[in-house]
């Protein structure tokens, strides 16, 4: 073989390395390649939890995870990253939203400013319970809300158990709106949230949830507002001993994935991914209760003082954010409201 017809045949050896190089990384990623039933090829997928790998929601993701790649037999895996690795939970959301992330657990906070309607149903003191709240999410309501995901190129695919939030800080105890006046509280980055706090008399600071142990310990804030689980594992304790029982909301959290990739993958495989969402859901439903009573006991063994509301004193918090439900929702946000109160009776 003479110089020419060598090299040459290097170069053809060297564009085909290439294209199969290419043609493999085809197969993996955020909703590329075949995701065919049946296919062989394997297609690698990511979840985002803000929460760390212990936390019980961390624990429903991985299990959601894991029952995606035992249905497929290993043909589909979805890696999961916590602890916020790849963002906060707008950040996350956007990255859906574009087609760089595939699925992401956030809670209603974030994710209503890409589906309004979501505010609906996360109003404060809105459900009388939790059997209330998921009467709601799993019924024809919940699922006209998560159809409006997909305007912004999002998809829903389960609610879960967001448990009750409360109040916490590091100032006093809070028996009524005059306790909370002039606190400096941490919400999600939601309209309702900050409206919830101006109307109880405190001031807002809407922060990214990662954040909020930091800005409590230095000053940034007085305290947050979250359940009895993220107080204790995310060591929220530590640097705001007040816990006040005042249940102001269930902001549902919720799974959710890009409809870049959810329009690639074959109704079989969607369906898979349903099941197996809803199947973490349930279990993690059981668990939720389990984590937040456990957490109470450690919060109580470590001196933390909690403070249970009489009817009367939240009857007082009741009162004060009323007029929020006027002023913040539309006409059809409003009648959402009237359909999920209705669920109580």
């Known amino acids: 073989m003479d110089k020419k017809n060598f090299l040459f045949g290097a170069v053809v050896c060297i564009l085909a390395a290439v294209l199969a190089a290419g043609c493999n990384k085809s197969k993996s990623g955020s909703g590329e390649g075949s995701a065919a039933a049946g296919s062989e090829q394997k297609l690698v997928l990511r979840i985002a939890n803000s929460h760390n790998p212990e936390h019980v929601t961390s624990q429903a993701c991985q299990r959601f995870a894991d029952t995606v790649k035992e249905k497929t037999n290993g043909r589909i895996e979805i890696q999961t990253f916590f602890a916020g690795q790849l963002g906060d939970e707008r950040s996350t959301i956007q990255q859906c939203q574009l087609g760089g992330l595939d699925f992401t657990r956030v809670s209603s906070g974030a994710s209503a400013e890409f589906a309004p309607l979501m505010n609906a149903l996360q109003m404060p003191y809105e459900y009388e319970n939790v059997d209330h709240l998921f009467k709601a999410l799993d019924g024809e309501i919940g699922k006209e809300v998560f159809e409006t995901f997909k305007q912004n190129n999002l998809v829903g695919i389960e609610y879960i158990h967001p448990g009750s939030r409360n109040f916490f800080n590091n100032k006093r105890e809070i028996h009524s709106p005059a306790d909370i006046k002039g606190l400096r509280i941490r919400v999600s980055e939601s309209q309702v949230m900050i409206s919830l706090m101006e109307a109880l008399g405190g001031v807002p600071v809407p922060l990214p949830f990662n954040d ?60 898979i991914i349903l099941d197996a969402a809803q199947e973490a859901s349930i279990w993690h439903r059981n668990e939720w209760e389990a984590s937040e009573e456990k957490n109470a006991q450690i919060a109580l063994q470590r001196g933390r003082i909690l403070t249970r509301l009489t009817p009367d004193e939240l009857a007082q918090f009741q009162a004060a954010v009323a007029p929020v439900y006027s002023t913040l929702l539309n006409s059809e946000q409003q009648e959402i409201v009237r359909r999920v109160q209705a669920l109580a009776q």
């Open 212 to 271: 909020t142990y930091s800005a409590i310990q230095t000053s940034v804030c007085d305290g947050a507002e979250n359940n009895m689980t993220s107080y204790i594992e995310m060591s929220f304790d530590e640097v705001a001993q007040y816990w006040t029982y005042d249940n102001h909301s269930f902001m549902p959290d919720m799974i959710l994935a890009s409809k870049t990739l959810w329009d690639k993958l074959s109704p079989a495989d969607q369906q």
